[in-house]
């Protein structure tokens, strides 16, 4: 099982990136895809995530209206569309996965058995 993430680095506050998660080795199309971020100092949180045969979705209140998760079944992807970003989206984000029902409470980190390896989101103000 594989979950790689791309698409972070440093832009200015207002600005827009889009994160990536490539996925491999798993069920994609029978799972949901989460987005956590972790903030220096502080918990990880989810915030944004997708099942990928339903395209149920979840987003954060501080994201609402921002930031759009999305999915390409065909290229086992997922992405995180961030518009309007703010000095507090700054922070480490992770693709996590879990096979769709397979668990209670999917804002919660540790329902996912799948992580990326992460990828840093720096935004100026």
């Known amino acids: 099982v594989q979950l790689v993430e791309s698409g972070g680095g440093l832009v200015q506050a207002g600005g827009s990136l889009r994160l990536s998660c490539a996925a491999s080795g798993f069920t994609f199309d029978d799972s949901r895809i989460a987005w956590f971020r972790q903030a220096p100092g502080k918990e990880r949180e989810a915030v944004s995530s997708i099942e990928t045969n339903s395209d149920s979705t979840y987003y954060a209140d501080s994201v609402k209206g921002r930031f759009t998760i999305s999915v390409d079944l065909a290229k086992n992807l997922v992405y995180l569309r961030m518009n309007r970003l703010k000095s507090e989206d700054t922070g480490v984000y992770y693709c996590?996965?879990?096979?769709?029902?397979?668990?209670?409470?999917?804002?919660?980190?540790?329902?996912?058995?799948?992580w990326g390896q992460g990828t840093q989101v720096t935004v100026s103000s």
């Open positions: 996590a996965a879990v096979v769709a029902g397979d668990y209670n409470d999917y804002l919660n980190a540790y329902e996912y058995d799948y």
